[in-house]
């Protein structure tokens, strides 16, 4: 049996790993699907990773490489090539590679398998059905990885990162990005990515735009029509815009990989598709922790790392039968707030603060982030210049706030 289980060998798995060995767990597996560790950092080869942890600026590759040079000097068991097919309550893990299929188990696990794009099925966008269209991800991999171009002239549907990460790209090998197309009337990119990837290189946004329809020639995209939609997300009849183009790359958002924690009848929450977690990242089954993108979709890899020691320690506290709860409170949020991470808090907890992050779904300026407890009364404020759908919002809530008789804090923003 081995202490510690952890799936997906990410930004997130390395730093839980790493962090549980330094921690004094020794009996640690790392299971990853891919043929080396990394994750979705091996293909992110442009820089920005790093400032917060490492205090230097990286590129993905390099992000991971600080990781990997670390864990291969541990007895840290690291299984590449090999796929996770099951998982239960009871901490039993059944994996299948070139030597079979096996079924291990741990006295805790931490998830960490990361997040996928949503597709073109996923929007049911109209039109024809031809090659030409990629996922914003699958287009990255197939340049960076594989040293393939995808196309001459390009539209962008969505404006999340990934997706303006690759205007930027494409537009340096060559390729022209004639536009980028969001649905709602806010990017939902950071805003130094906006200015950095199509300000800088003079491709247009079309907000509150969408693509209506997708046209083939020769069973290749030749062009596509894009529309404008009103507050309620409906075509404006009239507003067609038509653009020849020969590639379409998808960039509409990502979704936490969670068929494992299903599996293990982990509660997921139905706003995140991550699931409920407390404020030391364990999930609704004991000993099964979770963090980064498996979580939430997180704006950086730095977070994402440091959320995985959060859990990793936790993870060994748990081992070592530390545990001392004795009761749960319940975190909630009112609109324009979207959902919290963590949804409840453990108590009593040995911290002096609960980390919290949340996502909008409005655009907001000068405005004051509140927490206020189960009688209403706001037990602490957070004022902020603005806050945006695309930049994942955090405050720290001082545990001496939270009484006894509470069962509850709520959180909500007031413009000022």
Known sequence: MYDLIVVGAG???LSAALTAYENGLKKILVVERDKEMGGILNQCIHNGFGLHLFKKELTGPEFAGRFIEKIKETDIEIMLDTMVLDMDKNKNVYILNTNGYKKLSAKAIILAMGCRERTRGAIATPGDRGAGVYTAGAAQRYMNMNGYSVGNKVVILGSGDIGLIMARRMTLEGAKVLACIEINPYSAGLRRNIKQCLEDF????????????IKCTNNRVSKVIISKVDEAYNIIEGSEIEIKCDTVLLSIGLIPENELSKEADITI???????????????????????????????????????????????????????TFVREIKVEANKPITYTIPQKIHLPIEEKVVDISFRTNKVLDKCVIKVTNSNGEVVCKYPREYVIPAELEKINVPVSLIKDEQNSITIYIEED
């Open 269 to 323: 929450d139905e706003r995140t598709k991550g699931p409920v977690v407390y404020e030391n990242m364990e999930t609704s089954v004991e000993g099964i922790f979770c963090c980064g993108n498996v979580v939430q979709v997180h704006d950086l890899a730095d977070n994402v790392a440091m959320e995985a020691k959060k859990a990793a320690k936790a993870a060994c506290k748990y081992i070592l039968e530390e545990k």
């Open 11 to 13: 930004p997130a798995g």
């Open 202 to 213: 003079d491709i247009p946004l079309y907000l509150s735009h969408t693509i209506t329809d």
